[in-house]
């Protein structure tokens, strides 16, 4: 099976760059990014619990044993292996009962997998949020890596504001800071976002960040 990616072209970019000229620099020098999304939010869901709070070497493992395990990643599939048998791929008591928890929602009817995708953002972040072991920040990479939400900016994500630091040399940036720029980038910060991680993961070299140290 083919990878797919978040998808994004000119438009976009040519917007940020004539929103914000230090942004477009970073934009020209880093070029396209191709950052992989999962279409099923079934199993992305599943997927993303798994792996919070964990190494990615710890993440991968569990996924792929999973995986290996069970075939396809389904409400079905999941209620039938049960909290204990989830257990055994490597991940805590806590997860597997928000995994198999989740999978009784969807099983119920109390999750609607398909009607999601024509609620808006916040309301997306709302029913996400509702489920166990799914917080705000969560809901919004849910939103990015499989929704393709195009206006995903969380202020809750410690590398985007690394990126932003070292983009423009702030020694921090404040909730009311951090707005001024969503509204900015806006129709398309998830484009913006995908550019900050790439900074913040060392993309163009000799970038630094200004972050105050504390003593």
Request: net charge positive.
């Amino acid at each position: 099976m083919s990878n797919m990616y978040f998808t994004y072209g000119e438009t976009e970019k040519e917007y940020l760059k004539s929103k914000d000229k230090k942004l477009g620099e970073v934009i020209d020098k880093i070029g396209h990014i191709n950052r992989e999304v999962d279409s099923d939010l079934f199993s992305a869901i599943v997927n993303t619990i798994i792996g919070q709070q964990i190494s990615t070497k710890a993440h991968i493992t569990i996924w792929k044993r999973m995986i290996s395990e069970l075939g396809e990643i389904t409400a079905n599939t999941i209620l039938n292996a049960g909290v204990e048998k989830i257990q055994q791929f490597g991940t805590s008591f806590r997860k597997a009962n928000y995994i198999v928890d989740f999978a009784k929602r969807v099983k119920n009817d109390e999750f609607d997998l398909v009607g999601i995708s024509e609620k808006t953002d916040d309301e997306v972040i709302a029913e996400l949020s509702s489920l166990k072991g799914i917080g705000v920040w969560t809901a919004e990479m849910i939103m990015l890596f499989c929704l393709q939400r195009p206006n995903v900016f969380s202020f809750g994500d410690l590398a985007i504001l690394r990126g932003m630091r070292m983009v423009y040399h702030h020694k921090d940036i404040d909730k009311e800071r951090f707005e001024r720029y969503r509204k900015r980038f806006s129709p398309y910060c998830s484009v913006a976002s995908l550019y900050f991680w790439a900074v913040a993961g060392g993309a163009i070299e000799g970038m630094k960040d200004y972050k105050i140290k504390k003593t």
